[in-house]
Nanobody, 111 residues
Framework: QVQLVESGGGLVQPGGSLRLSCAAS???????MDWYRQAPGKEREWVAG???????TYANTVQGRFTISRDNAKNTVYLQMNSLKPEDTAVYYC??????WGQGTQVTVSA
């Protein structure tokens, strides 16, 4: 079973940017990949997805600010996050379609 490891989280000021990475232990070539996030006291919510063919979709709350991309040669999915807001603070998880979750990476947006 493919294992996923997220990285790239941290503390950033409002308006700043971060780039998250999700490295898979096996091939992601034929799989849809998604990013989710979970803020304290809230349910996990979907953020963005990318199909095996490269079609991307986004939650309304991040449309225009976040960009999901994939590098199949590196078995890695990315989430570029710009114009970050305090309400983007959460643990961010990636998921491979039909497979397991990663362990998550913390993103904190605060002055």
């Amino acid at each position: 079973q493919v294992q996923l490891v997220e990285s790239g989280g941290g503390l950033v000021q409002p308006g700043g940017s971060l780039r998250l990475s999700c490295a898979a232990s096996g091939s992601i070539f034929s799989f849809r990949m998604d990013w989710y996030r979970q803020a304290p006291g809230k349910e996990r919510e979907w953020v963005a997805g990318i199909t095996s063919g490269g079609t991307t979709t986004y939650a309304n709350t991040v449309q225009g600010r976040f960009t999901i991309s994939r590098d199949n040669a590196k078995n890695t999915v990315y989430l570029q996050m710009n114009s970050l807001k305090p309400e983007d603070t959460a643990v961010y998880y990636c998921k491979i379609s039909g497979g397991p979750w990663g362990q998550g990476t913390q993103v904190t947006v605060s002055a």
